[in-house]
């Protein structure tokens, strides 16, 4: 009975991670897309810190983010952005969750939005390159998308992130939210 439990409150937080991201990034839909955004539910990719729930949740919720942003005619990027932008979001995540194995917390404050800002920058901002061009030479026109969506994750993920971080550590928070595993 108990593993039944385990395997439905972790099929549960996951799902509530990845619809958590969903709607803050449909809420925020028009900084969340195309060359200058600051996708808010990118805060939320320190949660791998704390449970390897949120390497799925957070994979699956941009995934279906950059969907749902094709259908609603928020996300000029088309479905390119569903698989890159997933891409970028997953190695991030996964990044992160090993951050989390770290015995100091000072390291994971570092870190933890380190990766996200890597990933994204490169990945999305090679995706935004090759959707909307420019003038300039190719590799140009990709640092300045690299560098344009890194300054957003960077704003995101080094001050609300590690603003989540903080109130998750306070007085253990984490450990009662994702009581299921450490995965």
Do not use: H
Not at 19 to 33: D, M, R
Not at 133 to 158: D, H, M, P, R
Not at 161 to 168: H, P, Q, S, Y
Request: aromatic letters at 12%; hydrophobic letters at 55%; one cysteine or more.
């Amino acid at each position: 009975m108990s593993k039944t439990y385990s395997k439905t409150a972790a099929i549960t937080k996951t799902a509530l991670i990845a619809a958590l991201y969903v709607v803050l990034t449909l809420v925020f839909a028009p900084i969340a897309f195309s060359t200058v955004q600051f996708r808010v539910s990118e805060i939320l990719t320190v949660l791998p810190v704390f449970t390897g729930l949120a390497v799925p949740g957070l994979s699956i919720g941009c995934c279906l983010s950059n969907l749902l942003g094709v259908l609603l005619g928020t996300n000029p990027t088309g479905l390119i952005d569903a698989v890159f932008g997933t891409l970028a979001t997953l190695l991030a995540a996964i990044c992160t969750y090993y951050v989390g194995k770290l015995p100091a917390k000072l390291p994971k404050y570092i870190l933890a939005p380190l990766f996200p800002v890597l990933f994204n920058a490169v990945i999305v901002g090679m995706e935004l390159t090759f959707v909307f061009g420019g003038e300039g030479s190719f590799w140009e026109i990709f640092l300045f998308q690299g560098i344009s969506v890194g300054i957003g994750e960077a704003v995101v993920c080094y001050v609300g992130g590690c603003l989540l971080m903080t109130a998750l550590y306070t007085k253990n928070v984490y450990k009662r939210i994702f009581a299921v595993d450490r995965m």
